[in-house]
């Protein structure tokens, strides 16, 4: 499976943007991670088989995760956006079944999208 990400960009603070994440075949679980500079990789959300959502509390209530199955395409919607929130972007996907916020659990890997909030 194939993962290309888009919708990166440079945000003022307070601002939007929303991510998408096409990929070349079906999926079960996929997320999102992000790695801001100097700092290890972290997660951001994540959707199960079942829609279920899971997200860090650094983002909760402010990004949406969903999907299009019909288009295999993943988003993220980032709302009420933070200088913190600056970084690279990385789309995820598991093989199996069973869905993790951990970025050690997936499989395949986009090249990421770089997304930069000012103050």
């Known amino acids: 499976v194939q993962l290309v990400e888009s919708g990166g960009g440079l945000v003022q603070a307070g601002g939007s943007l929303r991510l998408s994440c096409a990929a070349s075949?079906?999926?079960?679980?996929m997320g999102w991670f992000r790695q801001a500079p100097g700092k290890e990789r972290e997660f951001v959300a994540a959707?199960?088989?079942?829609?279920?959502?899971y997200y860090s509390d650094s983002v909760k209530g402010r990004f949406s995760i969903s999907r299009d199955n019909a288009k295999n395409t993943l988003y993220l919607q980032m709302n009420s956006l933070k200088p913190e929130d600056t970084g690279i972007y990385y789309c995820?996907?598991?093989?199996?079944?069973?869905?993790?916020?951990?970025?050690?659990?997936?499989?395949?890997w986009g090249q990421g999208t770089l997304v930069t909030v000012s103050s």
């Open positions: 075949g079906r999926t079960f679980n």
């Open positions: 959707i199960a088989w079942s829609d279920r959502t």
């Open positions: 995820a996907a598991k093989k199996d079944w069973l869905p993790s916020t951990s970025g050690h659990a997936y499989d395949y």
